[in-house]
């Protein structure tokens, strides 16, 4: 069975799925290192079997250096009172991710130096980093920072960095052939359910489903730390990444927002060209932004050393939603129908690349007499006859050994599936033949 939407998959079911997924892994405090990666690739474990890779702080990757790992049990301010008036149990964003430990009182100005609030959305907190400065810090709605008038706070930020180690997770399915299709999502966010979850549930229960298939190509799944769980994985898997012949990069895919795609650096890549195809005919609206060098994990597998087939498909942008990076991406800005209808988008997606053959008119001089093989009636019995006697025309005449399907489907206008259904037939008459080493 090859990837196909429709009867086969019950996109709906696996929307809630994924939905279920996306709330036990949002209480989750994840960084880029530490138990937080290990405890959500355990969970994805539940559902597709993860290999789970570690690799020790201090490793050289190209230019960047394996960080040390950061762990956190709990953290708090407490006003004069004793009360707690932050607490990292509630929220784990109230602490600057990778802060380093602390323990001490604190004068409010100079604690209010510690503290980052959004002024201009003083109901959220904010997410913040600091991987390569340590330091500590605390995040807060910007409406609770002004109540604060005790003169001295306790705080406590009961966290450790230390050598260890940088955690992945990787599955991969064999197919037909060597070549590879990527797929990545990123695991270093804490509780932001559309940055982070909702990519991670997507590539999740693909996999699971794709692992059900006979498919062409081999699909590599990777669930890494943004920026230096790519460069890792990249440094650690160099030999082996020209078998990469299509990719996309998974972000943000739950939210209301309508589908945007991110071009490969190449931008006529295959993996463009069928991700576009897909958007334009989803009567919906949709984006197509060209590639630039900022985003998600693309920026590595697209930069100018690799130069990878890897686009990015997402919902609403980084940076371009106001939920972005705050408390207020939780559970209520995402969606079973937003995931169900990113995940129909991926299947079409994939379903156009592993099925994207270029074949050779086995009857290339004039036109084959389609009468007389019955191969007018053959995929009749439908209301659209002409249509299709049309798509047999264009795949007959375009199958020179350079087209693809989805050449032909662009170049005719008609929808990719009518274009492979018509080759499959073709094929079966002895009309079309794919060649022997097609991708070459
Ligand atoms: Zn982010």
């Known amino acids: 069975m090859s990837i196909k939407i429709g009867a086969e998959i019950d996109v709906k079911a696996i929307s809630h799925k994924m939905y279920d997924l996306i709330s ?9 290192t530490g138990d937080g990666v290990r405890k959500t690739l355990y969970y994805v474990q539940q559902h597709i079997p993860l290999s789970i890779h570690e690799v020790k702080s201090g ?18 301010i407490k006003n004069c009172q004793g009360e707690k008036i932050i607490d990292f149990q509630k929220l784990n964003l109230h602490v600057l991710n990778y802060s380093i430990p602390v323990r001490q009182n604190v004068k409010l100005e100079e604690l209010k130096q510690h503290i980052i609030t959004i002024p201009d959305k003083p109901d959220w907190v904010p997410y913040r980093t600091s991987y390569y400065k340590e330091t500590w810090g605390f995040c807060m709605s910007h409406n609770q920072m002004m109540e604060m008038q005790d003169p001295e706070y306790e705080v406590c930020i009961d966290s450790t960095l230390e050598d260890g180690s940088l955690t992945y997770g990787e599955y991969f399915i064999k197919g037909d052939t060597e070549e590879e299709v990527l797929i990545s999502c990123h695991t270093c966010h804490p509780s932001l359910a559309n940055d982070n979850l909702a990519g991670i549930a997507l590539t999740a229960f693909l996999a ?11 699909y590599r799944f990777v669930f890494l730390p ?24 998974v972000t943000c895919i739950g939210d209301p927002g309508k589908s945007h795609y991110k071009k490969s650096r190449r931008g006529n890549a295959d993996i463009d060209k069928a991700a576009i195809h897909v958007l334009q005919r989803s009567g919906q609206d949709y984006v197509i932004q060209e590639f630039s060098p900022y985003g998600y994990d693309e920026r590595q597998y697209c930069s100018p050393g690799f130069n990878l087939p890897v686009g ?3 919902r609403s ?26 995940l129909t988008k991926f299947l079409a997606v994939l379903n156009i690349i592993d099925n994207n053959n270029k074949y050779i008119n086995q009857n290339p001089k004039c036109e084959p007499q389609l009468g007389k093989r019955g191969l007018y ?33 662009e170049k005719s206008g008609l929808e990719f599936d009518l274009i492979k259904e018509t080759a499959d037939t073709l094929e079966k008459f002895d009309l079309l033949k794919i060649p022997p080493n097609p991708r070459v």
């Open 24 to 32: 036990e892994l949002y209480p989750i405090c994840r960084s880029i």
């Open 59 to 76: 490793t050289q990757v190209f230019d960047w250096t394996v960080p040390k790992e950061w762990n956190i049990r709990d953290a708090y």
């Open 208 to 218: 699971q489903y794709l692992s059900q298939l006979k498919l062409k190509y081999s």
């Open 226 to 249: 943004g920026t230096i769980g790519s460069i890792t994985w990249l440094a650690q898997n160099e030999v082996n990444v020209n078998k990469i012949q299509h990719g996309l990069v």
């Open 312 to 314: 990015c498909f997402m």
């Open 317 to 342: 942008p980084h940076g371009t939603y106001p939920e972005y990076h705050t408390s207020a991406d939780n559970l209520d800005l995402v969606k079973p129908e937003y995931l169900a209808d990113s």
């Open 377 to 409: 009636g053959a995929i009749g019995g439908q209301t659209d006859t002409k249509k299709r006697e049309l798509a047999m025309l264009w795949v007959l005449n375009m199958s020179d050994g350079e087209n693809s399907l989805l050449d032909i489907a």
